[in-house]
């Protein structure tokens, strides 16, 4: 037989009063039942889907809470003797999920732009050593599509000032990485810049489409039907009057490609 220590209509209101007073928004909550060794039922709180919760504690001898974010992990088991008890490792729960949910998720953006910014490279890529010859076509190159980038984004002087620190890194590499290495090298480069400027995926799209474009002559795109991505997430890049826009949104029907580095392709 069952039996019920779900909360007192008068402790449900202080669980309410406790999350304003914590900063939360009770809307944001909504109350369920666990049943726990077979023959208790307590009352859990849930945020929102029910990633994070409090799973109020039976008072039973041996009982205990959870709590989903702990302090330093995942889950934590407190065993409360009263109710006041109990209301201290609320609150100390209430300040935990205050500083997830404000938490920022770098790898989930990381992840994100890594889609934009193509599929893994062939596994057939040659790994061959950059010619001086072309490490400063591309170093002509990556200076053009700074450029392109402060006269479209018009970015902040910081904001710029870094974007030329990644792209003098990466042109540097040029010099010393082979080809393969570097373009890992430059597709974990504009992943950075994307997420530290707050790129939108379609721009993010089209400034990798851009950096393509002016460095045509050594990488070519290989089509990976299987990582076909929504149209939505990819960008056509306007070449008007020869000039490639980073703004310019459509439709886009062929597969991702995955960008390949072709050693040797210039004639110097």
Known sequence: MLRRYTLLRSQANRVYELLRQGGLEPAE?????????????????????GTYYFQFSS??????CTA????FRSLDYEYPKSWEEQEGVFNKWVQHLKREIAASDPWGELAKYKV?????????TVN???SACEAEQIIQGLARLA???????????????????????????ARWQ?????????????????VTLHLPETTAAALWQLFQNELSQFIHVVPREALAMPKSRL?????????SSIHQEASYTSSPVAPSFIPGSLRC
């Open 29 to 49: 909550f909504s109350w369920g039942k666990e049943e726990i060794g077979g023959n208790l039922v307590v009352s859990r709180l849930n945020y929102r889907d």
């Open 59 to 64: 008072h039973e001898v041996n009982a205990w």
């Open 68 to 71: 989903c974010p702990g302090q």
């Open 116 to 124: 934009v910014f193509g599929p893994e490279l062939d596994g057939e």
């Open 128 to 130: 061959e050593s950059i």
């Open 147 to 173: 450029n392109e980038i402060e006269r479209q984004l018009m970015l902040s002087e910081d904001k710029m000032a870094m974007v030329c620190a990644k792209f003098n890194y990466l042109a540097d590499a």
């Open 178 to 194: 082979k080809s393969r290495d570097w373009l890992y090298t430059a597709i974990g480069l504009f992943v950075t810049v994307a």
């Open 235 to 243: 960008v056509v890049v306007d070449e008007r009057a020869g000039q």
